[in-house]
Each structure stands twice: as structure tokens, then as C-alpha cells.
């Protein structure tokens, strides 16, 4: 059996006499077995002015009778939880109730969004953070400024925003797709915390259905790769750097830059590198080409901060304090990005060259030239079914001999 009371949350020795003037928080107590847990309402009250039998303040507290109606409403919110839960199920503690009430006061759609850009910026997911708070807000801009329950966010509401999305901004298919998935982790987040039933889940067969468009994969082919390599740069400046952090990353199967720019020298022994892929925590190692080799040399230099060999990072003081260093990654590989358009244009090529085309690039050319598991295993992709589809994108001498086959005749 669990019981509600709305008490003052005393913390005073027993010995002393409590001030009747000192106020305390108003809390519910919940307790279950013999066991209480408290959760705040978020007003206190001295001793003289709460009425302990009644479980509400005198009159003689300010705005009493406000006072009084929120906590008959937060008792009355509370109650009904207990009610809901033990329904479902007879074996729930006292800490289980509490965090099931306390859930219930970020019920709307916008507190758990409020959450969830917390939760990213706590685990230093700055490029995240930074992609999906412009998406909640376009949503926000949409029920023009409320908020809205869970129960409301239903299929028909969810049309009409992807219309709102297509006719208010010129976004791709991708995009508008982008912003639907933020709406569902963030409801099913809500889900998680017993926020909303899942019979009012918008998302899934008959409903919404989400689906990344096919997108197109280019990456550079070898006499370009072979002409950037070429390239006469000036030591030391911008561009030359640019270059070689593109090639590093090609040389190490399309390492992503935010692992390249996180490389320290400690991770290379024996003639081999050894990372974890910040993606997914994959480790292993690889042997360093004497390409990559040739580039290390240009970043010796004596007491690196940080053991890093690239000097991207080095403002930041904290390497360890994972959302400082996205947010310099992401600074840096915008600018990186603009040199790299600056070398297309030197080699002549009207391919886009970014940092990102790195892991297209050595797709491209390994095509059909190495096993899928050894690809699985460069790319550290955790499922070999990844592997098959991202390569699919640059294995295309079936199709090019099926159509031969017709027309060539």
C-alpha cells in the first residue's frame, strides 16, 4: 500500500528546537513499505504557517489561497500517477512513484525537448546539439510558439508540419526527414520516462513513416587524388595544411576528420596507429603508409599541447571536455573545408571537396578491389550490412555491363 502527504521537509537535529519562523520546502512524501521518498513543489513555508492536520498553509502565508490551489493541484497530480502505476503493476518502490511524478511535470513536448539538448550538451555531442536546436524551434515556430502534449503530436499534425517545412524554407527531402527523426527520439524519450502511452506513438506502419531518401555518393577518382597530391603548396600555410589533413584521411580508409584532428602521437607504435573511432568506440589499428609518413614529418615540433599532432585543437584547454572540442572541430573543418574548395579548383575538378569526400574517395577507388569484410573492418563499421550498402554507392561494373549488353549492339 502507498500514501501521499504534503509535509514541510524539516532537516533539523531533533535535540534543538526548530525556529517557527525558518521556512522549509513543501514537499509531497511518498511511501511505500515503509519507505519515503520526497519530491518538492517548489514553495516553502514556516512552521506558524503551516497547517500540519489540513496539509495546506494558514492564511497568514502570502498569496495563501494560490498557494493552497497548487498544492491541492500537485496532490491531485500525484495521486493520480500513484493510481496509474499501481494499475499496471503492484511491485513499484517509493523511488519509482517519485520518479514517475516527477516526470509528469515535463509532460509537454518542449520541456522533454529542453532535456534532451541538455543531455546532448552534458555528453559533448556539440555537432548534434548544434543541428537539432534549430529543428525543435522550426517546430516551435510552427504551433507558433506554444507548446504542445504528446497526445497532440499525432500523424495529421506531423503532415502538415512537413507542408509548413517544403512551403516556409527551400530544404531537401533529407532535411525535412532530419527534422522528424529529432520529434521522435525526443517521444520516444518521453515514452522512456512513462510520459505519454505508446498508443499515441505517431511514428511507425499506417502512420509516420520515416525513410532517408537515397542520396549520391561521389568521391574523387585516382589521377585526382594523384593531382592534389602533386600539388605545389606553400609550407606551412592554410591550404598545405587543408591538404594534408584530407590526405591523412584518405590514407587511413576515410578516417572522419573529427578522429584525425584528435590523433596524438602516443597512439603510434611500432610503425602502426592505434584509435578508437569516436563514432562508435571502434578500436584497432592500421599501418602507417609511408604517404602518411611524409606528412607526420611537417608536424614535429617540440612539446606538443596536448600530444596532438595536428595543431587544430590546441586552444582548447580541456581535452577532455568533449563539447569545447566539437565546437573547435566543427570551427576548424569550416574553414578546412573552404581551402579544400580552393585546391578543386587548382586540380580543376567540379566535384565538391570536402573533408567528408575523404571516405567517399578511398570507397570510390577500393571498389570492387578488396574483400566487403576487410572494408567492414577499415571503415570499422559495426554491421557488415553497412558496409555492403555504403559500398553499393561505388561498385557500378554490373549495372555498366548490363547496360552495354542492350544497347551495344
Known amino acids: 500500500m ?10 533539523a537535529d531533533e535535540n534543538k528546537k526548530i525556529p517557527e519562523d525558518k521556512p522549509f520546502p513543501i514537499a509531497i512524501r511518498i511511501t511505500k513499505d515503509r519507505v519515503s521518498s520526497y519530491t518538492y513543489i517548489g514553495h516553502s513555508a514556516t512552521i506558524k504557517q503551516w497547517d500540519e492536520v489540513n496539509q495546506r498553509v494558514k492564511k497568514s502565508h502570502p498569496n495563501s489561497a494560490r498557494l493552497n ?16 502505476l499501481e494499475t499496471l503493476k503492484n511491485d513499484v518502490s517509493s523511488r519509482a512513484i517519485k520518479s ?6 515535463h509532460a509537454t513536448f518542449f520541456k522533454q525537448a529542453d532535456i534532451y539538448l541538455d543531455n546532448l550538451k552534458k555528453h559533448g555531442k556539440f555537432n548534434r546539439h548544434s543541428a537539432d536546436k534549430p529543428r525543435i524551434e522550426r517546430f516551435r515556430e510552427f504551433l507558433d510558439g506554444g507548446d504542445i502534449t504528446f497526445t497532440e503530436i499525432n500523424p495529421s499534425l506531423l503532415k502538415r508540419f512537413k507542408a509548413y517545412l ?18 521522435r527520439t525526443i517521444f520516444n524519450q518521453a515514452l522512456s520516462s512513462s510520459i505519454v502511452d505508446r498508443k499515441y506513438y505517431p511514428f511507425g506502419k499506417g502512420k509516420i513513416v520515416i525513410k532517408f531518401p537515397d542520396s549520391i555518393k561521389m568521391g574523387l577518382v585516382e589521377k585526382e587524388v594523384k593531382a592534389i597530391e602533386d600539388l605545389e603548396l606553400p609550407s606551412g600555410s592554410l591550404i598545405n595544411h587543408a591538404r594534408n589533413v584530407w590526405l591523412f584521411s584518405f590514407y587511413f580508409a576515410g578516417m572522419r576528420v573529427s578522429d584525425v584532428l584528435r590523433v596524438k602521437w602516443s597512439d603510434f607504435q611500432d610503425d602502426r596507429m592505434y584509435y578508437s573511432m569516436g563514432k562508435n568506440d571502434k578500436g584497432g589499428s592500421l599501418k602507417v603508409p609511408e604517404k ?7 608536424y614535429k615540433r617540440d612539446n606538443p599541447i596536448h600530444d596532438l599532432i595536428f595543431p587544430d585543437l590546441e586552444s582548447v584547454h580541456d581535452i577532455n571536455n568533449l563539447y569545447a572540442v566539437q565546437q573547435r572541430i566543427n570551427q576548424k573543418v569550416k574553414k578546412i573545408n573552404e581551402k579544400l574548395q580552393e585546391i578543386a579548383k587548382e586540380i580543376k575538378t567540379d566535384k565538391k571537396l570536402t573533408m567528408h569526400i575523404a571516405r567517399h574517395t578511398f570507397g570510390n577507388i577500393s571498389g570492387e578491389k578488396i574483400p ?9 563499421h559495426s554491421s557488415i550490412t553497412t558496409t555492403i550498402g555504403y559500398q553499393a554507392n561505388f561498385i557500378h561494373k554490373d549495372a555498366d555491363e548490363a547496360l552495354n549488353a542492350v544497347i551495344e549492339f
Not at 166 to 183: E, M, Q
Not at 372 to 380: N, P
Open 2 to 11: 502507498s500514501a501521499l502527504k504534503i509535509v514541510l521537509r524539516k532537516k
Open 166 to 183: 517544403k512551403g516556409t524554407r527551400s530544404i531537401s527531402d533529407r532535411t525535412v526527414v532530419n527534422h522528424l527523426v529529432v520529434i
Open 292 to 298: 602518411a609518413l611524409k606528412i607526420l614529418n611537417q
Open 372 to 380: 566487403i569484410q576487410m572494408l567492414q573492418k577499415l571503415y570499422r
Open 69 to 84: 490551489n497548487l498544492i491541492s493541484t500537485k496532490y491531485a497530480e500525484a495521486n493520480n500517477k500513484l493510481l496509474d
Open 100 to 105: 514517475s511524478i516527477t516526470s509528469a511535470r
